[in-house]
């Protein structure tokens, strides 16, 4: 299985949504709440490119985007071989 690593605000209603579809699919995943963090934010920005909308996701060690990004790739079904 992938590693998932995923960068997530506790106030974030995008970050809830990804983590109950990833939980609706059976991925398993590490949460990195920014929220107060100032270090994990920073090590956000630096993986994401910058970016600092939540979520922000990993698969692999790759970025995959925000949640947006993670229902476009399960749309052209691409999700489930990343996730392999």
């Given at each position: 299985?992938?590693?998932v690593?995923?960068?997530?605000?506790?106030?974030c209603p995008?970050?809830?949504?990804?983590?109950?579809?990833?939980?609706e699919?059976?991925?398993?995943?590490?949460?990195?709440?920014?929220d107060?963090?100032?270090?994990?934010?920073?090590?956000?920005?630096?993986?994401?490119?910058?970016?600092?909308?939540?979520?922000?996701?990993?698969?692999?060690?790759?970025?995959?985007?925000?949640?947006?990004?993670?229902?476009?790739?399960?749309?052209?079904?691409?999700?489930?071989?990343?996730?392999?």
């Amino acid at each position: 299985m992938a590693e998932v690593v995923i960068y997530t605000k506790t106030y974030c209603p995008f970050s809830q949504k990804c983590k109950e579809f990833l939980k609706e699919k059976n991925v398993e995943f590490d949460e990195k709440l920014v929220d107060g963090d100032p270090l994990t934010l920073a090590e956000m920005k630096i993986k994401s490119g910058e970016r600092v909308d939540t979520p922000q996701i990993f698969i692999n060690g790759h970025h995959i985007g925000n949640y947006d990004d993670l229902k476009t790739l399960e749309a052209g079904g691409k999700l489930g071989k990343l996730l392999k």
